[in-house]
């Protein structure tokens, strides 16, 4: 489940760090600051750590400096890899937000710029999944785009429209970019306590604690 865009990965992966990096117009805004905001996750995670949608390594990378033990879960083959040439040190496995290796410990998990491949449903059913595996005080710290109601994903859209930049609407109109109270609600609902911070005109951190059982 939540797996219907991995094959766009396989093309994507030869150029990915390109577009990460400003190569690709479309998408520059997407990735503004795209080193700071991994790091911002980074600096949150408290080990072990499990991280969704690793991608090229680029957030791995910032965690294992950090000297945190990390696990990677990433269901693109090409994807793992790319990595594994990378990060031959890694444990990196096939899987995704919803179904992964039941007996890998964690305290934090984290992810960036993967978590809008689920459905609010499914995203819902992940932070629920996560919160009968953390420990009270354990962490989700996620940095995504997320708008900040429908209405303005619908202006963002219009805007990238107007100037031509097609590819990057397909994306947005194809994939399930969600809005912050439906976040915030979905992870509350789960047990968590969030903040939200902006990180550039897409991206938002996501910075989940998971409350104890008496809900403090
Ligand atoms: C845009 S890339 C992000 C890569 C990296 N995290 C980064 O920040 O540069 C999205 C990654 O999420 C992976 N992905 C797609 N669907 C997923 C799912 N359901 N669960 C976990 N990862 C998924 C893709 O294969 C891809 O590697």
């Known amino acids: 489940m939540g797996r219907e865009f991995v094959e766009i990965f396989d093309e994507w992966v030869h150029t990915y760090d390109d577009s990460v990096y400003g ?9 503004v600051k795209y ?15 499990v991280e969704f949608g690793v991608g090229t390594g680029n957030l791995t990378e910032k965690l294992l400096a950090r000297g945190l ?17 990378k990060l031959p040190d890694l444990t990196l496995v096939d899987g995704d937000f919803l179904q992964f290796d ?4 964690a305290k934090t998990f984290v992810s960036t710029y993967a978590f809008h ?8 059913q992940a932070f629920r999944l996560y919160a009968e595996k953390l420990p009270a005080g354990g962490k989700v710290v996620f940095a995504d785009t ?33 809005t912050l109270p439906a976040m915030k609600e979905l992870i509350e609902a789960a047990g968590f306590s969030v903040e939200f ?7 938002w951190l996501i910075n ?6 008496s809900g403090r």
């Open 102 to 105: 039941d007996k890998i410990e």
């Open 146 to 178: 997320v708008f900040e109601s429908l209405q303005a994903k619908q202006q963002k859209v219009d805007f990238e429209a107007s100037r031509g930049y097609v590819n990057l609407v397909e994306d947005l109109n194809r994939e399930y970019y969600t």
């Open 35 to 49: 080193d700071e905001i991994l790091q911002a996750v980074a600096d949150l995670a408290i080990s072990p750590v």
């Open 197 to 203: 911070t902006q990180l550039n005109g897409y991206v």
């Open 23 to 31: 190569k690709d117009k479309e998408y520059e805004d997407v990735f």
């Open 117 to 124: 491949h689920l459905t609010d449903e499914e995203k819902a």
């Open 69 to 85: 033990q990390v696990t990677g879960i990433e269901p693109n083959e090409a994807m793992r890899q790319v990595t594994a040439e």
């Open 208 to 213: 989940a604690t998971k409350k104890s059982e």
